[in-house]
């Protein structure tokens, strides 16, 4: 069965809290160099053969991510 993974993350404009909690821990732990952090949500689908891109943007943009908020990329 083919795998897709939809990656879904805040759209740049849309302020990330847990991102820029993440980031202030890491200067905490004594990690330098990280700049900016934005964190996500990560799916892996199983579907079946002959599912279409149509389809899978349209799960993506109704069921796993805001599209007011959150913007997706698709893998196959």
């Known amino acids: 069965m083919p795998r897709?993974?939809?990656?879904?993350?805040m759209k740049p404009e849309?302020?990330?809290?847990?991102?820029?909690?993440?980031?202030?821990a890491l200067g905490r732990l004594g990690i330098?160099?990280?700049?900016?952090?934005r964190q996500g949500k990560h799916f892996e689908l199983e579907v079946a053969e002959g599912v279409s891109d149509e389809t899978i943007t349209k799960l993506a943009d109704?069921?796993?991510?805001n599209p007011v908020?959150?913007?997706?990329?698709?893998r196959r």
């Open 62 to 65: 109704t069921l796993l991510a």
């Open 69 to 74: 908020i959150e913007e997706f990329t698709i």
């Open 14 to 24: 849309i302020l990330d809290p847990q991102g820029q909690a993440i980031l202030g």
């Open 32 to 37: 330098e160099g990280v700049s900016a952090v």
């Open 4 to 9: 897709v993974v939809v990656d879904v993350v």
